[in-house]
């Protein structure tokens, strides 16, 4: 069982800035690509940004693209989401997700097995 732990969420102001870290507890977490989703109230679970296994390929929403960075420690089973910028309908809920590594695409939560439990993210205006 791959348990996956976020933390870094919090309350902001427009414009300012947030790191959110994606714990992971098992060893195999450098074989697998990553991705962070988010989930506003009312609203369905959107794909936020993914990244491959070594780090060497990313991908954004459009929505975040230039604002948001995905990046991971594989040595330290650690996955990151730097939130600069920050506007009020960035507010959510954050989750971090493993893929489940059958060649699907990063962008579907469909495609995703394991889950955090989330970390919320309220930016005021």
């Known amino acids: 069982q791959v348990q996956l732990l976020e933390s870094g969420g919090g309350l902001v102001q427009t414009g300012e800035s947030l790191r959110l870290s994606c714990a992971a507890s098992?060893?195999?977490?450098?074989?697998?690509?990553m991705g962070w989703f988010r989930q506003a109230p009312g609203k369905e679970r959107e794909f936020v940004a993914a990244?491959?296994?070594?780090?060497?390929?990313?991908f954004y929403a459009s929505s975040v693209k230039g604002r948001f960075t995905i990046s991971r420690d594989n040595g330290q089973n650690t996955l990151y989401l730097q939130m600069s910028s920050l506007k009020p309908e960035d507010t959510a809920v954050y989750y971090c997700?493993?893929?489940?590594?059958?060649?699907?695409?990063?962008?579907?939560?469909?495609?995703?097995?394991?889950w955090g439990q989330g970390t919320h993210v309220t930016v005021s205006s």
């Open positions: 098992r060893g195999t977490f450098s074989r697998y690509a």
């Open positions: 990244i491959g296994e070594s780090g060497d390929s990313t």
């Open positions: 997700a493993r893929h489940e590594g059958t060649g699907g695409t990063l962008l579907d939560h469909r495609q995703y097995d394991y």
